[in-house]
């Protein structure tokens, strides 16, 4: 019986994970999304076109969707919650089923989209203590994180 139990126990301890990562709701579009949320915590939210970036950061052939917390004014106070480490970046997949989940939050000062080893990447321009240099003054020099999406994930390929 107490063998029984404990690989019960196991079963639902491996299982859990899978359920949750299932019970995630997709967005239908992130950036309705993101503006329903500001406009719901601004008196006035305005946004830049440059608020939303679509584009496939996974080289999966899906538009994904990047959003730019930077080009968001609200009260009349552009980028609220941007700060010396830059402002905030939600990065969004795009699902072949239809619909968005958010894989990532990023404070950068920006990004670009460039392709190496014949698969695009993103290289996020930030604060130099991301690069091990934390005396570092970040408006003289910065650190580039070189990453690819893989799958659900980023994974750094390399930090200057």
């Known amino acids: ?61 899906l ?10 004014t609200c009260d009349g106070e552009k980028g609220p919650g941007c700060n010396d480490d830059g402002c905030t970046y939600n990065f969004y997949l795009q699902v072949a089923e239809g619909g968005y989940f958010m894989i990532a939050t990023a404070q950068i000062y920006g990004y670009d989209f460039v392709q190496r080893f014949g698969n695009m990447v993103l290289a996020m321009k930030m604060h130099p203590r991301f690069c091990d240099r934390p005396d570092a003054d970040p408006t003289k020099e910065q650190c580039t994180v070189t990453a690819r999406v893989r799958g659900t994930k980023f994974v750094t390929i390399s930090k200057k």
Not at 63 to 70: L, P, Q, S
């Open 1 to 61: 019986m107490k063998t029984l139990l404990i690989a019960l126990n196991l079963l639902a301890f491996l299982v859990m994970p899978v359920a949750a990562f299932a019970q995630q709701s997709l967005l239908s579009d992130p950036e309705i999304y993101e503006k329903k949320h500001f406009q719901e915590q601004c008196t006035k939210a305005e946004f830049s076109d440059a608020f939303v970036t679509r584009q496939d950061i996974n080289n999966d052939g």
């Open 63 to 72: 538009i994904d969707a990047v959003v730019n917390e930077g080009e968001l």
